[in-house]
């Protein structure tokens, strides 16, 4: 059944691209206005460390002198720059774009902006390149790609009178930040925060760009303590559809043309959207100013104990079993657990026919003396197969910045297609269900032989426990949804074999798709935006935001956006038809 479907998303893939201009077409721009353009933008400066002194514009046709790719060591030794920028995770094939701009700030990307709209060019963008879902691809292949990882402006107001209101204080920063220091070895957000006795809330991955996370929604670690990615941003800045610079906050919208026009208004429709309806569809980001805390009760040693414990066992003696066991009393713990725990889990398959279910990095964001909550973790899973338990330890941190330290990059793995990864969230309810942990061994391993050697199986899952869990109603502020806002729990199938033959992408995706997705969303309506499964049809819309929401979001894209200049897999406007400008298109002068 998938099947058809399948090439129904290459065939829209397809579809996307042909709105826009292709080289093939009249509309496509000649040498000579490709060259005014590139002439047009801000020349790399000497002194370029931290962007590897890469050219500001590139293309399939003008790719630059080859260079030693140090940091991507799937890829060639010898690269050329525009091979380099093309570079990120991928679900499809060849999306790459045809003309790349390296923006070194604003107003390149303002005339990027400009001259992909005059010519009809379907336009990308990213600064790192981790998103999962091909949103990073924009409108498909032989677009105009901007990479904003060059835009690293930071200023730090720590001023208990400042602007936002934020006791703490807040930093601005350049949309090519990183959390931790970035996949080419420039200095990230927790080393800066560090530094001024602050702490940002961010997702696990240190060498993630900070936009996309935090506008999808953002779970992470110190979600619980200080608040979802989305909470902690203040203010953004961006380069809209008419290459327009807009400044958007909780007191309104503030509109200024290149040409001079300037348009404030107290509508905060934008600044809601842009919390929790992803960073696609409204424009591209050049900075965004967040939230720094102070470290919880003032702590400055001590202040983080990170716990591992390991089960072993045999499916021979348990056909995974153990695993039941385990995943429900830790998802037990998960539904009652205080805000300032968050932990990780995951089964390991080992040889002979051992498996391992871990539980990792379960951060508890105090110390000792915070009393029984520093081991509820430890007194939940005491009596769970206590024989079977093989590993248990823990490591204490004084700044969040040291944890992401000995952390495992998670880096751009750019020479596979990523498998469809089915999502699911789960609330105190239904994190306390003893089915679901069946359902999830069901689908595990054992799947691929209790039946002969024939049947696929999710050979990986993670169980993200990185969420508010919060019961408020009435939390409308941002378009993140009330299902996000009250999960406990972000369970996500990675991958999938099969013992009797290897499985190809479409037989992957078709698996995960047809048996894995339904298994899993019998227990939530929703999914996690930027963490969800590539192939869903359908209700995507009402799973990542709800009904309600998404037809707001709709509205607000066609206010700003009205023709769909940004466009992008599953994001605010896909599968919708664009519109024409108005009497409602923002800003004003547009409607002339």
């Not at 090439?7 to 509309?27: N, T």
């Not at 990542?544 to 037809?551: A, S, V």
Request: with cysteine.
């Amino acid at each position: 059944m998938l099947r058809a479907g399948f090439l129904l998303w290459l065939v829209g893939l397809a579809i996307s691209s042909s709105r826009y201009c292709q080289p093939e077409d009249s509309c496509w721009p000649s040498q000579d206005e490709v060259d005014i353009f590139a002439d047009s933008l801000s020349s790399a400066p000497e002194n370029d460390d931290e962007c590897m002194g890469l050219p500001t514009f590139s293309s399939v046709d003008l790719q630059g002198e080859p260079i030693t790719n140090y940091w991507y060591p799937e890829a060639p030794e010898e690269i050329t720059p525009y091979q380099l920028a093309n570079l990120r995770n991928k679900v499809a094939d060849d999306i790459s774009a045809y003309f790349v701009v390296i923006a070194r700030n604003e107003l390149d990307v303002v005339k990027a902006v400009q001259f992909a709209t005059s010519h009809n060019l379907g336009i990308s963008v990213f600064s790192t390149g981790h998103e999962f879902n091909d949103r990073n691809a924009g409108s498909g292949v032989n677009s105009l790609l901007i990479r904003t990882t060059c835009l690293r402006t930071v200023q730090f107001d720590l001023d208990q009178e400042s602007s936002f209101g934020h006791p703490d204080g807040s930093v601005r920063l350049g949309s090519g930040m990183t959390w931790g220091d970035s996949k080419f070895g420039a200095v990230g957000v927790h080393e800066l925060a560090r530094d001024h006795e602050r702490v940002v809330v961010s997702g696990h991955a240190g060498n993630v760009g900070i936009v996309g996370w935090s506008l999808g929604g953002g779970h992470g670690q110190l979600v619980g303590t200080y608040g979802m990615g989305v909470d902690q941003v203040l203010e953004v800045e961006m380069v809209i559809a008419d290459g327009s610079m807009v400044v958007a906050n909780a007191d309104g919208t503030l509109v200024t043309s290149e040409g001079g026009l300037s348009e404030l208004t107290d509508n905060t429709d934008l600044f809601w959207a842009l919390r929790g309806g992803g960073a696609g569809p409204w424009g591209i980001i050049t900075a965004m100013t967040i939230k720094v805390h102070k470290p919880r009760n003032s702590c400055q040693t001590g202040c983080y104990t990170q716990w591992l414990m390991v089960w072993e066992s045999n499916f021979s003696l348990d056909d995974g079993k153990m695993m039941e066991d385990v995943v429900a009393a830790y998802l037990k713990w998960v539904s009652t657990a205080s805000k300032y725990w968050s932990s990780y889990g995951s089964p390991v398959p080992g040889e002979d026919g051992k498996y391992y279910f871990a539980i990792f990095d379960a951060l508890f964001v105090g110390t000792e003396e915070d009393g029984e909550d520093y081991w509820s973790l430890v007194d939940a899973m005491r009596n769970v197969h206590p024989d079977k338990l093989v590993s248990k330890s823990n490591i204490h941190f004084d700044t969040f910045f040291d944890k992401i330290q000995v952390q495992d990059p998670e880096s751009v793995h750019s020479d596979y297609n990523s498998d469809v990864m089915v999502s699911v969230l789960l609330n105190a309810t239904a994190s306390g269900d003893s089915q679901f942990s069946e359902m999830v061994v069901d689908n595990w391993l054992p799947r691929c032989y209790r039946n002969g050697y024939g049947p696929s199986c999710v050979a990986s899952y993670l169980f993200m426990h990185t969420l508010t869990g919060e019961d408020d109603d009435d939390y409308t502020d941002s378009a993140v949804s009330l299902t996000f806002r009250r999960a406990k729990m972000h369970v996500g199938a990675l991958s999938y074999i099969s013992l009797g033959s290897e499985l190809s992408f479409e037989e992957r995706t078709q698996f995960a798709h047809d048996v894995v997705g339904p298994a899993f969303y019998e227990y939530s309506e929703g999914s996690y935006y930027s963490e969800s499964e590539y192939s869903l049809e359908g209700n995507w819309k009402e799973r990542f935001w709800g009904k309600e929401n998404y037809e707001r979001l709709l509205e607000i894209k066609r206010t700003w956006d009205p023709t769909f200049v940004f466009s992008c897999r599953h994001c605010v406007g896909d599968e919708e038809e664009p519109g024409q400008v108005d009497s409602l298109t923002m800003p004003s002068w547009r409607r002339q």
